[in-house]
């Protein structure tokens, strides 16, 4: 496989994730981008960590949305 190959897997990957996430956290496409490329969870996915990359887009998306949940919870806390 073509890293060109490889990046347009994970391209269609990605943006399955975030349709997800649109659907699941009830927020818009762009909310949902926002919230994926500022995930650890999407550099992880990136990097291949884990196998990730190789888990559903629901459990994904699920994983992005718990820690963007996490991280909310941490700034209201300091705040």
């Known amino acids: ?10 391209s269609e990957q990605c943006a ?3 349709l ?5 956290a009830d927020v818009s496409i762009q ?5 994926f490329y500022e995930s ?13 990359h190789c888990r559903s887009d629901k459990y994904l998306a699920l994983l992005v949305i718990e820690e963007c949940s996490e991280k909310k919870k941490l700034s209201i806390h300091n705040a």
Do not use: G, P, Y
């Open 16 to 18: 399955r994730i975030i």
């Open 40 to 52: 650890e969870t999407a550099n992880l996915i990136e990097e291949k960590v884990a196998d990730l």
């Open 20 to 24: 997800c996430i649109s659907e699941m």
């Open 31 to 35: 909310e949902a981008t926002d919230m």
């Open 1 to 10: 496989m073509t890293e060109i190959s490889k990046q347009i897997i994970f």
